[in-house]
């Protein structure tokens, strides 16, 4: 029920995915999405008759709406009944539900959401934290690149993990930078140190780590550019361009550090963004993505 064009495309995009053979339960108002659903189409639908609107506080949102479609659908993921949660709606709502819904997984104090950037190599890059925290303490960057490194492992990769500054000398980076650095230690070989923005998205690694307000501003900046270049191009080469960058293609963010499987999608998604993100978290639940964050944080 969450989202720029919500629920129409929402659910229309859920229709796609299920297509492709993902498992899909739609959570909200049941006479709207039934209405949605064509003659020869039928998804098991859980009925939650609030919504939580996209510029309401978190917190108190979570809380004056315990029926809200954010937290029954959260509720079913905590009592095991869905293996995972997609949500288009309220960002920070959607990880205080899951905060007071799911718990944090051992060793996080704060949860991440770690969402794909194209790279230049061909490759990808995941950035944590791109806008659940704004206010990041060294320990918690370091506890983001654990996750994130566990997450490329969990993918079949060798986890290249960065810390973005502003460049690669020692000393480099804000306070936080500079004190989280040496916590990244504890990574082994995989972290290969203090990285620029350019040098990450060139394939520098596969993993880059930093503050919220920066992974968002980073993100962003990126998707902006990207549309500008396009713009500039013409035929072939622009829809090349956009091919590679355009985040419907991509997904959505996880939620990583909440002892379940949360992901965030754009809030201004359409039907192929919709069916792309529920296709990308199904497989993470398949892998067992969260089992391998809680060996992360324990081990």
């Not at 229309?12 to 049941?30: C, K, T, W, Y």
């Not at 917190?59 to 293996?83: D, F, K």
């Not at 501003?217 to 361009?241: D, R, Y």
Request: hydrophobic share 50%; aromatic share 4%.
């Amino acid at each position: 029920m969450g989202g720029d064009h919500a629920p129409a495309e929402t659910v229309a995009g859920a229709i796609m995915a299920a297509h492709d053979g993902v498992s899909v339960l739609l959570v909200g108002d049941r006479a709207r999405l039934t209405s949605m659903l064509p003659a020869d189409v039928s998804l098991p639908i859980l009925h939650a008759p609030d919504v939580v609107g996209m510029d309401e506080a978190p917190v108190h949102a979570i809380r004056r709406l315990p029926n809200s479609s954010m937290n029954v659908a959260m509720r079913a993921v905590a009592s095991g009944r869905c293996g995972g949660m997609v949500s288009f709606g309220n960002s920070g709502a959607v990880m205080a539900a899951a905060v007071f819904a799911l718990g944090r997984l051992p060793g996080v104090e704060r949860p991440g959401i770690l969402a794909p950037l194209p790279r230049a190599d061909g490759g990808r890059l995941f950035v944590v934290d791109c806008g659940a925290n704004v206010d990041s303490k060294p320990r918690h960057l370091a506890q983001f690149a654990r996750l994130g490194a566990a997450y490329v492992s969990a993918r079949g990769g060798a986890p290249r993990v960065a810390l973005l500054a502003n460049g690669d000398e020692d000393g480099k980076g804000d306070a936080r930078v500079r004190a989280a650095a040496p916590l990244m230690v504890a990574l082994g070989g995989r972290y290969v140190g203090l990285m620029e923005p350019h040098v990450a998205l060139a394939g520098g690694c596969d993993v880059v780590v930093c503050d919220g307000f920066v992974g968002n501003i980073l993100l962003k900046t990126a998707e902006g550019v990207a549309a500008m270049v396009a713009g500039m191009l013409e035929g072939a080469v622009a829809e090349s361009v956009r091919a590679r960058t355009d985040y419907a293609r991509l997904g959505g963010g996880m939620l990583i550090g909440v002892d379940g499987m949360v992901t965030v999608g754009h809030g201004r998604s359409r039907a192929d963004a919709v069916a792309m993100t529920l296709r990308m978290a199904w497989e993470d639940v398949k892998r067992d993505m969260l089992g391998s964050f809680r060996t992360a944080m324990v081990g």
